[in-house]
């Protein structure tokens, strides 16, 4: 049997920001069809890995391999930046992020927030585009929002846009950054449904959350960072069951308070 490269992989990555360090050497892997939770208290470092596997921030330090591939870099420490920006470009339409405020066009449709980057990006042909933009749109619950502007829509239509959007690149992996933390609590429902829903058509994710049932309930794997490292990882039965180290059962009490 062959073995398959997870789709991301991620060894020994050092992230600062001026002087503070963000990221001491994390492990990270998302093999295929997995979802991956990162969960951790504000300022542990997850935003921050989640956007360095997606090359939206450079890395001083460690690997970053995308279905087998490393990413080439020039430079060393804070003047390290990836050598070869079309292979950036290439990972990076593979990787689908869903951000916390949706950041939708204001002045575009839904539907043509939706087909944007296939079209301009992927130069895939329109028509194309647009029936595989509709049927995502159903699929997240809004096909009948296709000709409605992002302003019109609730926070939980416009996330579920925006999931569609990430969609509609057909990418490789969903990368999700506090998808559900700018959204009331009913709104977030909504949202959560769509990705429970995902994560069960087996889609390869990172789930950047502070919300602990959807870690629970979608995740194949749970990492919890504490000031930059993993502190504890492991399957989501036995990181929320049976904790091991006191500073995850510190935090999870925290957050069921």
Same mark, same amino acid.
């Given at each position: 049997? @062959?073995?398959?490269?997870?789709?991301?992989? $991620?060894?020994?990555?050092?992230?600062?920001?001026?002087? =503070?360090?963000?990221?001491?050497?994390?492990?990270?892997?998302?093999?295929?069809?997995?979802?991956?939770?990162?969960?951790?208290?504000?300022?542990?470092?997850?935003?921050?890995?989640? +956007? &360095?596997?997606? *090359? *939206?921030?450079?890395?001083? +330090?460690?690997? $970053?391999?995308?279905?087998?591939?490393?990413?080439?870099?020039?430079?060393?420490?804070?003047?390290?930046?990836?050598?070869?920006?079309?292979?950036?470009?290439? =990972? #990076?339409?593979?990787?689908?992020?869903?951000?916390?405020?949706?950041?939708?066009?204001?002045?575009?449709? =839904?539907?043509?927030?939706?087909?944007?980057?296939?079209?301009?990006?992927?130069?895939?042909?329109?028509?194309?585009?647009?029936?595989?933009? #509709?049927?995502?749109?159903?699929?997240? !619950?809004?096909?009948?929002? &296709?000709?409605?502007?992002?302003?019109?829509?609730? !926070?939980?239509?416009?996330?579920?846009?925006?999931?569609?959007?990430?969609? &509609?690149?057909?990418?490789?992996?969903?990368?999700?950054?506090?998808?559900?933390?700018?959204?009331?609590?009913?709104?977030?429902?909504?949202? $959560? #449904?769509? =990705?429970?829903? *995902?994560?069960?058509?087996?889609? @390869?994710?990172?789930?950047? @959350?502070?919300?602990?049932?959807?870690?629970?309930? &979608?995740?194949?794997?749970?990492?919890?960072?504490?000031?930059?490292? $993993?502190?504890?990882?492991?399957?989501?039965?036995? *990181?929320?069951?049976?904790?091991?180290?006191?500073?995850?059962?510190?935090?999870?009490?925290? @957050?069921?308070?």
């Amino acid at each position: 049997m @062959t073995h398959t490269p997870h789709v991301i992989d $991620i060894r020994d990555l050092h992230k600062s920001f001026g002087a =503070i360090e963000v990221l001491k050497g994390v492990d990270l892997a998302a093999p295929r069809g997995q979802v991956v939770s990162l969960i951790g208290s504000s300022g542990s470092g997850k935003s921050t890995l989640l +956007r &360095c596997a997606n *090359l *939206l921030e450079d890395s001083q +330090r460690g690997e $970053i391999l995308f279905e087998g591939e490393a990413v080439r870099w020039t430079g060393e420490g804070h003047g390290r930046r990836p050598a070869d920006r079309r292979q950036v470009t290439r =990972i #990076r339409t593979n990787l689908s992020m869903v951000f916390q405020q949706f950041n939708l066009w204001a002045h575009m449709t =839904i539907l043509q927030n939706v087909m944007e980057a296939p079209v301009t990006v992927l130069r895939r042909d329109r028509a194309e585009v647009e029936e595989c933009a #509709r049927a995502y749109l159903d699929k997240v !619950g809004i096909g009948n929002k &296709c000709d409605a502007y992002p302003a019109e829509l609730s !926070g939980g239509q416009q996330q579920r846009a925006a999931i569609a959007r990430a969609l &509609c690149m057909e990418p490789r992996a969903l990368l999700f950054d506090e998808p559900t933390s700018a959204l009331d609590p009913e709104l977030e429902q909504e949202v $959560i #449904r769509v =990705i429970k829903a *995902l994560a069960e058509e087996g889609r @390869t994710m990172i789930l950047v @959350t502070h919300d602990m049932a959807m870690a629970r309930d &979608c995740s194949s794997h749970v990492v919890f960072l504490h000031q930059g490292r $993993i502190e504890e990882e492991g399957p989501p039965a036995r *990181l929320f069951g049976q904790p091991e180290t006191d500073r995850l059962r510190a935090f999870l009490s925290a @957050t069921a308070a």
